[in-house]
């Protein structure tokens, strides 16, 4: 049947040409000598003097560089504060435009109350000069507080939870 086929075919079958056979270059593993050790002690006088030699360089550690980064760190953030500090000026500042006395802080407001929700709840305790609702600055969204100023102190002391 293999005599129908092509030749190419046929090529695929063939017997392929014998391993050729050669000495080996050295010996078989149990023929050879074993290695031979030496000490070294012929290599001793090579070696530099102990008096010479300098002493060893102690590199940082991974903690030991963690702690120092995090004190420089922790240093320039409070020379920052500290300029800050030294810089403010409240009679300066344009965000403060009230009296501090005046003033009323409301906080954990939803983020949907407007200004008219707030002075409609605020303005049976006293007349209301500013409402201001806090927003971010990038987003313009409230931040969910407010601050609340009365024409006079006594209007923000009169509130009922103020008694207590």
Do not use: C
Not at 43 to 64: A, H, Q, S, V
Not at 82 to 99: G, K, L, P, R
Request: glycine share 4%; proline share 10%; aromatic share 12%.
């Amino acid at each position: 049947m293999t005599q129908y086929l092509p030749p190419n075919l046929l090529a695929l079958f063939a017997p392929r040409d014998p391993i050729p056979y050669f000495t080996p270059l050295d010996k078989l593993p149990w023929e050879k000598k074993p290695w031979i050790y030496n000490g070294v002690s012929q290599y001793l006088d090579l070696f530099e003097d102990p008096g010479e030699t300098p002493p060893p360089t102690r590199g940082e550690t991974k903690e030991e560089r963690h702690a120092r980064k995090k004190q420089a760190r922790e240093e320039r953030h409070r020379a920052a504060l500290e300029d800050t500090v030294t810089q403010w000026d409240a009679n300066s500042d344009e965000n403060i435009q009230s009296d501090p006395f005046k003033t009323l802080f409301v906080g954990r407001i939803n983020y949907d109350t407007s200004e008219s929700k707030l002075r409609r709840e605020f303005e049976q305790y006293g007349p209301i000069r500013r409402i201001r609702i806090l927003t971010n600055t990038k987003t313009g969204k409230p931040r969910g507080y407010a601050f609340i100023e009365y024409e006079h102190e006594r209007d923000m002391h009169s509130m009922p939870w103020q008694k207590y």
